[in-house]
């Protein structure tokens, strides 16, 4: 808000909001909001981000009406904005061969391959999985205090993350930044051999971009949560257990979440199709 105010090159008040404001703050975050990634200057939001940070402004202000420290206003103006976008996850077999990935020649990225394979083996966010404690794990079973709802979640703890967790480094995981492991787990898939190009579309005010990458160069923190996630629900495992540990409250957000219903049908169709004679 701070640098729209200064975009703006005017003081931004509670009397600021109105529809007005709603749509060239939306406007400047699309467009115009500049951005610092790897030392290179870019400008724009991605939709959900821009509809995410629409809804913290509303929620804030609802807090203020509520606490009586600024008058009532409507707040209907504030219309929430999002996409259904594409995003990658890494099937079992991609993770098998990440897990299997001799790193001797590399050892500086061991830690990031362990990390991010422990992600994937527990559904946690980054911010969880990068910092389990050594009392969160209590027979056989994490409790981990989720960073982002405090609620707490009880996930089993399979024999490979245990591999990882307990045997390889005895609960005291390695600390790296979002930034570092964002950067160097894309080496690390790149050199498993996953590398075939992947198309990738999202919005920027009214027009489509689209993007073609090797799968390596979109994985990141978040993939780790988002295959576990699919992985489950592919392989059978009731929504609303993975939901438990997901956080997804509707089972409408996790299907869009997970891309899978299409991909479940088509296995589906193959293996009735396997059964059938060919011509």
């Known amino acids: ?13 509670f009397d600021s909001f109105n529809i007005s404001f709603y749509e060239h703050f939306v406007k400047y975050l699309v467009f115009e909001v500049p951005l610092l990634r790897r ?6 939001l991605k939709i959900n981000t821009v509809g995410k940070t629409i809804k913290h402004l509303k929620s804030f202000l ?26 990658v996850y890494l099937s ?29 083996l527990t559904g946690f966010r980054f911010s969880d999985y990068s910092n389990i404690q050594l009392n969160e794990l209590r027979d056989g079973m994490l409790h981990v205090i ?5 609620s707490t979640v009880i996930v089993p703890l399979r024999d490979d993350a245990r591999r990882i967790l307990v045997e390889k480094y005895d609960m005291h995981i390695p600390k790296v930044s979002m930034t570092n492991f964002n950067y160097y787990i894309k080496d690390v898939v790149r050199l498993a051999g996953i590398k075939e190009p992947v198309k990738i579309s999202h919005k920027r005010g009214n027009q489509i971009i689209e993007e073609v990458r090797p799968k390596y160069a979109w994985i990141s923190s978040h993939t780790a949560r988002r295959s ?15 939901m438990a540990i997901s956080g997804h409250k509707t089972e409408k957000a996790f299907r869009t979440y997970i891309k899978a219903d299409k991909m479940k049908k088509a296995s589906m169709i193959k293996k009735i199709w396997d059964n059938q004679p060919s011509l």
């Open 62 to 87: 609802k807090d203020r009406i509520a606490r009586k420290a600024i008058p009532f206003m409507d707040l209907s103006f504030l219309k929430g904005i999002e996409e259904d976008v594409d995003a």
């Open 228 to 242: 576990f996630c699919t992985n489950e629900y592919l392989a059978g495992t009731p929504s609303d257990l993975i």
């Open 39 to 44: 030392n290179k200057l870019i400008k724009g």
């Open 92 to 120: 079992w077999s991609e993770l098998s061969s990440i897990y299997h990935l001799d790193l001797s020649s590399n050892p500086s990225l061991i830690k990031y391959r362990d990390l991010f394979i422990l992600g994937c």
């Open 1 to 13: 808000m701070l640098c729209y105010q200064d975009h703006q090159r005017k003081a931004i008040t």
């Open 146 to 150: 989720q960073k982002k709802t405090l």
